[in-house]
């Protein structure tokens, strides 16, 4: 449990004549989170916006021009790159635009010219290519339905004094609508064909006079026509499908063609383009911090927010670039500022970040719950997915996410490695449970399924805090799944009163005692958790003293702040009231989703262990390790990320919902990364 790192706010006077190298200095640091001056421009007079260089539009239009180009490269050739390579020396210069960053905009500018006609003409065939063999594949699909009837292309047109109509009707309409046809006329040739379970083929045949009395019929009949393409009309079946497979083969070799050359292309220029989409990038944001500014006719006011171990650090980088001549403050946050949020936490719960801050993002005057979260989060979710061997597959996917696959990003590795907690808690649980590959180490009766298919076995471990609600599987018998019951709720009892603590410290960081002291969440609720807990689960007695004392008292309490301190008014305060003493209960009972879960995760492991017992006794029977091997495969995927969905609920729902405002901003300082951290 820590705070966000301590901020101090960084005021500074510079004249026009060094701002650039200023915010050259400043981007270096990577220390200085800029504030937006210009929304309060009409209270400083005559200060006036800093405004953007002339390099902003042009820096929009080369990186629309290299993502349209990287679209199209990015269906067929994949790359990374992890610096600006040879650009860094002149990305290092911004926002100053000297010869060699002013060679560089040319050196991009002429290669996108030429390389985004190329990409654009191969993609543009390739575009066309697809489109006829959409067009092909129509074609085929109206001749393979003229095979079925046995007729040609060319029979269709080549009558002069008969209608002939080709196409598909639901099975039950074909029935009612030759009778409707022979009410038209005598002279008809009718003949069906299958096509699938609900649709027959249908040719009939008519002197053209009935033409339009039939095709009406066949319109309130749901037939929907087959329309002969005019390229197949000269052509017998056979004769037509050799065209159409030669076409099929023509279109496949010119795609086949286009796609090695894009990906020749592709593979050769990739990497440079997001080396020049990082320089580009790196040009947008220094200029746009421009923005930030205000200015007088000489000089520039700019405002952020520097992490207080580093503000002698800023302090000298816009001394030295402006050769002393600059005014340069910093000072705390007063009481109406928000500063930007800079996490801190250790590198073994850093990971949990990608999860809280999914919630959002701590406020500077709150507590920041990722370390909480490092301690919870495994630990509920080991509750419900307890299994070592299970644990030990999701320990080593969390360590092939985490820290060898780069292309999920960096909230993939964050996700990969909180994976690796749960799965050490997943491991330690299965332990406890005794259970390895869904196969438990101790059995009712006989041998126990562990010692029979892997030959080995061991004793569960006994855990004094947790022996009196586990012992041994969880569905060994009823009175064990209650003690997991009990267990739930009072693990539920204890995440939820320390929700309410936190809520305590932030009201008290915040200066807010009356809420801390009187709020549904504060001590109120505190004492009612605590209260009907002790009515429910220890002293089992509901004389009118003790409920008094341990519900009613709290609730009137939350009552009266809502109508004295809030001042909700009186009927919207006992609507309140009531919602937050219900709050109470059901935030209580929604952590019995551990037992639930945890004994969803047994059964399907009993499943499994029946389904193995019944094919066989040993797992080289080739269908008892198919059985096993699937079986595990389907907890794991299934089970793993039902049990990661409701450790994630209750954490949102249950637990940070009591305490966590989450309004927050990140700290996001001007800097440019030259290299992949």
């Known amino acids: 449990m820590v705070r966000p790192r301590s901020m101090r706010k960084l005021e500074a006077l510079v004249l026009a004549e060094h701002k650039d190298d200023v915010l050259r200095a400043v981007k270096d640091t990577g220390a200085v989170h800029f504030i937006n001056l210009t929304e309060n421009a009409e209270a400083l007079g005559r200060l006036q916006s800093a405004g953007t260089s002339h390099l902003r539009a042009e820096v929009a239009e080369l990186l629309s021009k290299i993502e349209n180009i990287l679209e199209v490269f990015r269906q067929i050739h994949q790359a990374e790159v992890d610096s600006m390579g040879e650009l860094e020396p002149a990305a290092r210069k911004l926002p100053v635009v000297d010869g060699e960053v ?261 406020n500077y005057r709150e507590v920041d719950p990722t370390s909480i979260v490092a301690l919870t989060f495994p630990f509920i979710f080991g509750f419900m997915f307890g299994d070592v061997g299970q644990g030990l597959v999701l320990i080593l996917a969390g360590l092939l996410v985490g820290f060898r696959v780069r292309r999920f990003g960096d909230k993939g590795r964050k996700l990969g490695r909180t994976l690796v907690l749960c799965g050490i808690m997943a491991t330690f649980m299965g332990f406890v449970y005794g259970s390895m590959f869904g196969l438990e180490a101790e059995a009712a009766h006989g041998e126990a399924p562990m010692q029979k298919y892997l030959g080995f076995t061991f004793e569960p471990i006994k855990v004094p805090l947790l022996d009196r609600f586990f012992e041994g599987a969880l569905l060994a018998g009823p009175d064990r799944i209650m003690r997991a019951v009990y267990f739930s709720i009072y693990l539920g009892v204890f995440l939820l009163i320390m929700g309410m603590v936190l809520n305590l410290v932030n009201h008290a960081i915040q200066r807010e005692m009356k809420h801390a002291l009187l709020s549904p969440f504060g001590v109120p609720g505190i004492w009612a958790l605590l209260g009907g807990s002790y009515l429910v689960f220890w002293l089992k007695s509901f004389s009118i003293p003790h409920v008094l004392g341990g519900v009613v008292l709290p609730i009137l309490l939350v009552f009266l702040h809502l109508l004295v301190i809030e001042r909700q008014g009186f009927l919207i305060s006992v609507i309140e009231t009531f919602e937050n003493s219900m709050k109470y209960l059901t935030n209580t009972l929604s952590f019995l989703r551990i037992t639930i879960i945890g004994v969803v995760h047994a059964a399907l492991s009993m499943m499994m262990v029946n389904a193995m017992l019944a094919l066989g006794d040993s797992l080289l029977n080739p269908a008892v390790l198919l059985v096993f091997i699937a079986g595990n495969v389907l907890i794991i995927v299934m089970e793993a990320f039902i049990s990661f969905v409701h450790t994630l609920r209750l954490h949102f729902y249950e637990i940070f919902s009591k305490f966590y405002r989450a309004n927050g901003v990140l700290f996001s300082p001007l800097r440019i990364m030259y290299k992949e951290e």
């Open 102 to 362: 002013r060679r560089v905009f040319e050196e991009i500018a002429e290669k996108l010219f030429f390389l985004g006609d190329r990409v654009g003409s191969l993609n543009a065939r390739l575009s066309e290519i697809r489109k006829e063999k959409e067009e092909l594949r129509g074609y085929q699909d109206t001749l393979r339905k003229l095979e079925i009837m046995g007729i040609s292309p060319k029979d269709m047109r080549a009558l002069k004094h008969v209608s002939l109509f080709l196409g598909s009707m639901p099975a039950e309409e074909v029935e009612p609508f030759q009778k409707e046809l022979a009410d038209i006329t005598d002279l008809y040739l009718m003949e069906t064909r299958k096509l699938d379970k609900k649709h027959v083929l249908v040719l009939v045949g008519v002197l053209s006079r009935y033409e339009v009395d039939v095709s009406r019929a066949l319109r309130l009949r749901r037939f929907e026509e087959i329309t002969i393409p005019l390229r197949l009309i000269p052509y017998s079946l056979e004769d037509a499908r050799r065209v159409l497979e030669e076409q099929a083969e023509r279109l496949e070799r010119e795609e086949r063609e286009v796609l090695q050359e894009l990906k020749k292309v592709a593979e050769a220029e990739m990497e440079t383009l997001l080396r020049y989409q990082m320089f580009l990038n790196a040009a947008r944001r220094v200029d746009e911090a421009n923005l930030n500014m205000l200015r007088t006719r000489k000089t520039y006011v700019f405002s952020g927010w520097v992490p207080q171990e580093r503000t002698e650090e800023v302090r000298k980088a816009i001394e030295s670039a402006t050769g002393g001549a600059c005014i340069v403050s910093f000072r705390e946050p007063e009481e109406h500022e928000l500063p930007p949020t800079l996490l801190r936490n250790p590198p073994v719960t850093k990971p949990l970040e990608a999860l809280t801050t999914t919630y959002g993002v701590p």
